[in-house]
Nanobody
Framework: QVQLVESGGGLVQAGGSLRLSCVAS????????MGWYRQAPGKQRELVAA???????NYADSVKDRCIISSDNAKNAVYLQMDSLNLEDTAVYYC??????????????WGQGTQVTVSP
């Protein structure tokens, strides 16, 4: 029973910054990757940023150079620092945790989502 608790979402003016946090708890043996995804109304859920257990990162082109993802595997936590926010960043942001179950088998867990709203 893995649970992800997200925090840091809210309302921010365009050009401002926000830091999202996600802490996982439960039966976690080994983390494969952690990341942040977002979904706006009428749109598909999309990757914002992800980080693997060895520290490799991947960013969506839309947030590249504006966001930094970091993690603390010992705490089962992942963070997303978002700067220079604009209106198109408005969405529900979801934390994702990928756990290694076997040699090549993983299982993904998702947070409940936290709303990020960017105002003019």
């Amino acid at each position: 029973q893995v649970q992800l608790v997200e925090s840091g979402g809210g309302l921010v003016q365009a050009g401002g910054s926000l830091r999202l946090s996600c802490v996982a708890s439960g039966s976690i043996l080994r983390i494969n990757d952690m990341g942040w995804y977002r979904q706006a109304p009428g749109k598909q859920r999309e990757l914002v940023a992800a980080i693997t257990r060895d520290g490799r990162t991947n960013y969506a082109d839309s947030v590249k150079d504006r966001c930094i993802i970091s993690s603390d595997n010992a705490k089962n936590a992942v963070y997303l620092q978002m700067d220079s926010l604009n209106l198109e960043d408005t969405a529900v942001y979801y934390c994702k945790l990928g756990i290694i179950l076997g040699f090549i088998t993983t299982r993904d867990y998702w947070g409940q989502g936290t709303q990020v709203t960017v105002s003019p």
